[in-house]
């Protein structure tokens, strides 16, 4: 199949980027989304430009390195799906295809496709762990855990930190990613110690990068892993829950 | 204490072993004695040294957050943007432990003796017993760090089997069980940042280790977004930078793993162990043409209610459901019936590539077998099938854009898993002083063959558990010492050749691009020295292979510059190693006359085509020494003695 592409390029964070047009030909329906931009690449190396710089790894929608905005969605139109898993036969032979990075302020394009989300990582050091230390931990089976309980823990420890939830939503919001952190370890009682703390930290530390949550949901939908904004609930409640000397005393 | 210098000529004769230095005595009993004989650095002693962790997946991440917890100042760099996304975190089927909590027989003492029948007879016993002692330990650790592991009903921890044990033993959360023990780890991780004990550096590649005095003192590092090739020194270097998968391009490995910090490790003094044991997993996605990228893993857990078959007529051209069960050939059940289809990966592999050789492949371009759950779904139903394999089953539909639940997959075998790494001692560490290697990227644990779920177990044991206590030894020699300066000739010195070299591959302005050498390179190592070698093929590779690299010196086009993010450069420097080390993987694969594991000679066979080891002659770990750019590397061999584990041949009958 045969496609034009508009793709971001910008040479550096302080330089101007714009748009640029290619022709990707002949490309295979069976391709992979990124196989296309490689396919791409090939050429331009060939024509003498430099390749488009993208990030990307696993190729298998875990890693979640890659991530860009296709025609204005975040990992482009196949729901729950990350643009390593996008593959050419969701689009239709002449498709027109923009393909931008993430835009947000917390996450500034390094070149290309490419953005530093290192925003991410400051709010697990601010509190996304438990706090033991290696050889302390008790026999694995000593804490008997609901299994409905791990299934939600697992539900949003699935969230692959890709950042396509801060570069759908409209106010460059966060909270499905701190959301999905802090509850994987919230829902679990090896987690209660440090529940309100945590979210606290967390919270706080994700509003010195991020804009606010307003319920748009964009992020849920962006979101490749399906990760369900009942966390966000969650975590806003356990947020105000924190702020109650008698929850913090307590523990629960 | 296995510290091996380099020797010359005269000393090789008459020390011509390699010692592991592992501890004598029952088997039981090594490590403690061991960790008792070791020397400790004393906790209000520990701030005073620096430990340089390169890597930060399940080994690195691991370590490194240990180290600091202790109290180590440790740097720790990855050549992501964020510690979270090694390629640990694709690994999907489970973690072994020798819990025994589904009371189905099995000890610490069992996992010991499959791993090491597993590895066919050529791993460390020392090794896998510490390792199967210490896999306990970690999945306690993984629990109580929030890793949400699968459960009963009733809230304890759930079990499943997988390939090369009669047991079930492997713990899982999901398909994503090595994503949630990285986040484990990235989370332990994190905390240590926080506290200040680790120094994270993000985007930052290892292009050299630094040796001054026969001890690594540091490594030259590139930041990857600004281009600048800076010196960093410590104490000790940990190398946990995973396998070289990647020299066939086309494998399951992430597309930026490689070999490049090892192998220069390796050009720097440390011997590299068993390059030719490479694992070729049976359960990946036939590749769909010419321009894939990757090759897409199924978990091997799939084994556990798929069913192997391809037709029994190889012109059956059916849709796989109209394939009567009497025109089927359950082909691993039917050589195989006490493992069936949960036989160790190598042999999996080799049984796929013989149907498809007999051209009994299935799917357009006939590369692949089934593996079917029709029979698991009857029994079981839907539910429990999605429940234990549904994102797997989701990831399989994405690629193919077919439905397993109700059509068979097609899976093939891939490049998976490397054995082969850089050689270490009973301590973790390398050849070189002070530099050690966890991990995949080191050889110790998995022998000629790493069975399913023990990857995991091998990174996070050395990390959490062994080279903690084991990197005390080394230490403790250079109380009060300051790391040697940065500005040391040592350091210039070898920052000037990382400059050189980039500047090399940019000045080259031939014609092709970086991924064309290394799709050329793929080609040739699969197709000789993939699941099935032979002399004159490996010949043939190697000639191949010093066709490439002369090419690739000649007429690689690197666009760009070094100074800035440049990702095509990135990747040169990656192929030019991945170039060496194929020859270096050849020529091993030449030099051990025998089939063993992932290692299969046609020339030595039993007559039903198993592999056939040759045990008196063979049985040693090969330690390759780098003798300079122009003479090739000189084998060294570290003789493997089995007092517990009964050689025989493997046979899953």
Redesign the interface.
Known sequence: MDLSLKVWRQ??PDAVGGFKSYEAKGI?P???F??ML??V??HL??A????I?F???????????CGVMINGDPHGP?S??ATC?L?M?KFNDGDSITIEPWRASSMPV??DL?V???A??RI???G??????????????I?????EA??A??DA??C??CAACVAACPNSAANLFTAAKIQ??NL?P??QPERFTRTVAMVETMEEYFGSCTNHGECESACPKNISIDFIAWMNRDYVKAQFKTFQKTGQ | MGLIRKMNMDQEQTEPFLSSGEPSGPIETRWDNHRFATKLVNPANKRKYEIIVIGTGLAGASAAATFGELGYRVKAFTFHDSARRAHSIAAQGGINAAKNYPNDGDSIYRLFYDTVKGGDYRSRESNVYRLAQVSNEIVDQATAQGVPFAREYGGLLDNRSFGGAQVSRTFYARGQTGQQLLLGAYQSLSRQVSAGTVELHTRSEMLEIVVKDDRAVGVVMRDLTTGEVSSHSAHAVVLATGGYSNVFYLSTNAMASNTTAIWRAHRKGAYFANPCYTQIHPTCIPASDEHQSKLTLMSESLRNDGRIWVPLDPEDARPPNDIPQAERDYYLERQYPAFGNLVPRDVASRAAMRMIDENRGVGPLKNGVYLDFKSAIDRLGKNRIEERYGNLFEMYERITDENPYEVPMRIYPAPHYTMGGLWVDYNLMTSVPGLYSIGEANFSDHGANRLGASALMQGLADGYFVLPYTIGQYLSDYLNTDPVATDDDAFVEVETEVKERNARFLAIGGTRSVDHFHRELGKVMIEYCGLVRSREGLEKAISEIRTIKQEFWTDLRILGDSDSLNQSLERAGRVADFIELAELMCRDAIDREESCGGHFRVEHQTNDGEARRDDENFSFVSAWEWTGEDTPQVRRTEPLEFEYVALSQRSYK
């Open positions: 040479a550096g295979s069976e391709a992979s990124l196989e490689d396919d690449n090939e190396n060939e003498g430009e430099d390749p710089a990030d990307h790894d696993c190729r298998e929608g875990i890693c979640g390195m196949q729950g799906t898993q593959h036969r390094i070149r490419i530093d989300r290192s991410f990582d697990i050091e601010a996304g762990y438990i706090s033991i230390n290696t050889g302390a931990a008790p026999d694995a089976n804490i008997a855990v609901p299994k791990a299934e823990a697992m420890a699935s692959i930190g994987h370890l679990l090896q987690g």
